[in-house]
């Protein structure tokens, strides 16, 4: 353990890119050429060969040109506390495999509802986000069916319908297939200019289900869109659900750590109507993977997940088993990870953190609006950062198919690590700013590296066309 703590240390204190440029292809030739069923090295030799093998190769998050997807740089006391349950190797389903864990996620599930606004709050740990909003559509729909059995649950169930907008995480629509759903189960909400749910429109749409006889079975409101990092009018949304008595449900994966926020709490204002709100620390509380929960104000609402079996939860017991309310049956103990931050680092320090980077993302939008080859290409209220690489006088189809290209040839350089996504039909150029240590003159550096691999490109691409007319001509 020592060992492996030193090794870590020193990749972290070299590291120089967020990742090297080996081909894919001999990476997975390494892996391959691993000898599975040989005798066992011993632990000094597997060290030197995960070192050798994994570390060498790793993305490394914390470094300042990583800038592509909701990855975090780490809290220091919550790596401390993930060495620890994995030694442990707690399992947190049943009270008798946890004892003090069992309480220990309670109580941070209480602390993390007394945060949303659900005085009387429950829930549980989960994997990620997706699993979060599977579990909450999951107990939306059993409460729309609850009472029924057989033909007439099974009828009932293919009228049900989730509302949510085209922004919303792909889980959603996943979640609808895996739970039986319609086909034509989710129903997508118009948004305003920004991307953001329109709740005259939400409106708009619970009449129309009305006249179908279809059954809204939840509404799901986004606190921060995976690509433009907005957040729904929360509070207009959830007067349309209280009044139309619909579950609401709200994805806060990406904007949970604006509860924490000093400047930015008001953003969520209106997440305390909720019914369901899905949170995953591994973003912006700078957790390990994985560190996410859901969070219901309604404590009888996490009943309707029990499924019992006499080996997990005897009906003749009162252990409080934790399994009761889980999905999973064998699972981690995360809660302790969230636990070290908020006692090491402090809470009022984590959303310091999030307003760093939110106001690296405010500097990180002027930087591109005034590049002469970059377009800016929509706000946001959290830290990403859409945009194009389209000088004056490239054509729209030749912008669109750089952006493919540009992201592939940093990817294979490492230097620089940026997304990609399509943003009204068109492709472009994603960044995601998790770091509060990156100041925005090492973003804007690395936009410089963007904007030269584009335009290396582009003169390229132009000389190949160039060519091929000279041939054609003669």
Known sequence: MAEATERIAARFAAVETPATSTSARELAERVAAVDLDAPGVGGEEVLRE??????????????????????????????????????????????????????VERRLISWVGGRLGFPAAD?????????SNLQALFLAREAALSGLAGAQRAARQQRLTILTTAESHFSIAKSALLLGLADDAVRSVAVDASGRMDPAALQTELDALDAEDRIPMAV???????????????????????????????????????LVSPRRRHLLDGIDQARSVTLDFHKTFFQPV???????????????????????????????????????????????????????????????GVDAVIDLAEDVHAVVAAHEELQLLAATDLSTVLFRWQPAGVAD????????????????????????????????????????????????????????????LHAHRAGVDDAVAEEAAR
């Open 290 to 352: 994985s560190s996410s929960a859901l969070v219901l104000r309604d404590a009888a609402d996490a009943g309707r997940a029990r499924w019992h079996a006499d080996y997990l939860n005897p009906e003749d017991s009162a252990e409080p088993n934790q399994v009761d309310k889980s999905l999973q049956t064998t699972r981690r103990f995360d809660a302790l990870k969230l636990l070290a931050t908020l006692r090491g680092t402090g809470a009022e320090a984590i959303g310091r």
């Open 123 to 131: 829930g549980v740990f989960t994997s990620g986000g997706t699993q």
């Open 397 to 456: 189809h030749d912008a669109d198919v750089l952006v493919g290209q540009v992201r592939q040839v940093l990817q294979e350089s490492g230097r620089v690590l940026v997304a990609r996504t399509v943003l009204d039909g068109r492709p472009c150029l994603k960044l995601t700013l998790l770091n509060p240590e990156t100041a925005a003159e090492q973003v804007a550096a690395s936009l410089e590296e963007v904007a030269g691999a584009a335009r290396l």
């Open 50 to 103: 995960i070192d050798e093998l994994v570390l060498s190769e790793a993305v490394w998050y914390h470094h300042p040109a990583y800038l592509a997807h909701l990855n975090c740089p780490l809290d220091v006391h919550a790596v401390a506390a993930e060495a620890v349950l994995a030694a442990v190797n707690t399992s947190v389903d049943t009270y008798d495999q946890s004892r003090i864990g069992t309480f």
């Open 220 to 258: 799901a409101a986004t606190a921060g869109t995976t690509d433009r990092g907005v957040v729904d009018p929360l509070a207009a949304i959830g007067a349309v659900c209280r009044d139309r008595q619909v579950w609401f449900h709200v994805d806060a994966a990406y904007g949970c750590g604006l």
